[in-house]
């Protein structure tokens, strides 16, 4: 990533949001950052959860103890909105306890700054955070790109939590404005031709309870009532018990 000469000038327009309720804590972060990237500072957790949405900023440094809300809550909101998921958050607080750290961790931030902080460990913190970011969406418009080519998308069905997560390219394939609402099992159902549904329940059963491969075709109703026919490959991740857990797959338009 270092060596990547593509990045360096994004890095450098990079927008930071801070997030802290303490006037004194954004004067000196807005200092430290500031001669290096773009900031912006949100004073407490809902102001926090607008400027994320208005001004989609490529990381959040996020306090913890706020009053209006703690930022494990905001951290939480965040990460379950489809506009602001992929946004990397870094705690900035001064809560050291371990459980906290994990805590923190497991709601999905990509890091744990304790206060008083380093102006060197943070500097050095938040550009790798930063590089891995742009990295990542290099490498996710390239595969943007190389789906549409291919009429084909992906999607990761996370079972437990009921969601799922698709590509682009497949709320290009079903007719849907991209990323404005949260997919899950029944919205998929919902696309199918009425007289493939139940063909596509039991081929889901059947990889579910018989571990069968997933690879069929189907047809799909478009909002505007057209027609278009998919093959769907995938494949299940089960857990210890055999309980299935994640199913990752591809949707592709074969109606040609």
């Given at each position: 990533?270092?060596?990547?000469?593509?990045?360096?000038?994004?890095?450098?327009?990079?927008?930071?949001?801070?997030?802290?309720?303490?006037?004194?804590?954004?004067?000196?972060?807005?200092?430290?950052?500031?001669?290096?990237?773009?900031?912006?500072?949100?004073?407490?957790?809902?102001?926090?959860?607008?400027?994320?949405?208005?001004?989609?900023?490529?990381?959040?440094?996020?306090?913890?103890?706020?009053?209006?809300?703690?930022?494990?809550?905001?951290?939480?909101?965040?990460?379950?909105?489809?506009?602001?998921?992929?946004?990397?958050?870094?705690?900035?607080?001064?809560?050291?306890?371990?459980?906290?750290?994990?805590?923190?961790?497991?709601?999905?931030?990509?890091?744990?700054?304790?206060?008083?902080?380093?102006?060197?460990?943070?500097?050095?913190?938040?550009?790798?955070?930063?590089?891995?970011?742009?990295?990542?969406?290099?490498?996710?418009?390239?595969?943007?790109?190389?789906?549409?080519?291919?009429?084909?998308?992906?999607?990761?069905?996370?079972?437990?939590?009921?969601?799922?997560?698709?590509?682009?390219?497949?709320?290009?394939?079903?007719?849907?404005?991209?990323?404005?609402?949260?997919?899950?099992?029944?919205?998929?159902?919902?696309?199918?031709?009425?007289?493939?549904?139940?063909?596509?329940?039991?081929?889901?059963?059947?990889?579910?309870?018989?571990?069968?491969?997933?690879?069929?075709?189907?047809?799909?109703?478009?909002?505007?009532?057209?027609?278009?026919?998919?093959?769907?490959?995938?494949?299940?991740?089960?857990?210890?018990?055999g309980t299935p857990i994640r199913m990752l797959g591809t949707t592709q338009?074969?109606?040609?």
């Amino acid at each position: 990533i270092d060596d990547n000469p593509q990045l360096l000038p994004n890095i450098k327009q990079a927008l930071i949001l801070i997030v802290d309720d303490h006037p004194a804590n954004l004067d000196l972060l807005g200092a430290v950052l500031g001669k290096q990237y773009k900031t912006a500072i949100a004073k407490g957790g809902f102001k926090a959860l607008e400027m994320a949405r208005e001004k989609r900023p490529d990381l959040i440094l996020l306090d913890i103890m706020m009053p209006d809300m703690d930022g494990f809550e905001v951290c939480t909101k965040l990460k379950a909105s489809p506009e602001t998921r992929d946004i990397p958050v870094i705690f900035l607080t001064a809560k050291v306890e371990t459980e906290d750290v994990i805590q923190g961790l497991k709601l999905g931030a990509v890091d744990y700054v304790t206060k008083p902080f380093r102006k060197e460990e943070l500097l050095a913190r938040v550009r790798t955070h930063l590089k891995l970011k742009l990295a990542e969406d290099m490498l996710k418009q390239g595969l943007a790109e190389a789906q549409h080519i291919a009429q084909m998308g992906s999607w990761v069905w996370e079972i437990e939590q009921k969601t799922i997560i698709w590509s682009d390219e497949i709320y290009r394939i079903f007719g849907l404005p991209q990323q404005e609402f949260d997919v899950s099992y029944e919205t998929f159902l919902n696309c199918v031709h009425p007289d493939d549904r139940g063909f596509v329940i039991q081929a889901v059963n059947d990889a579910f309870g018989k571990k069968k491969p997933y690879s069929i075709d189907h047809r799909i109703i478009l909002p505007d009532g057209s027609e278009r026919i998919v093959h769907e490959e995938a494949k299940l991740s089960f857990d210890d018990t055999g309980t299935p857990i994640r199913m990752l797959g591809t949707t592709q338009d074969i109606t040609e």
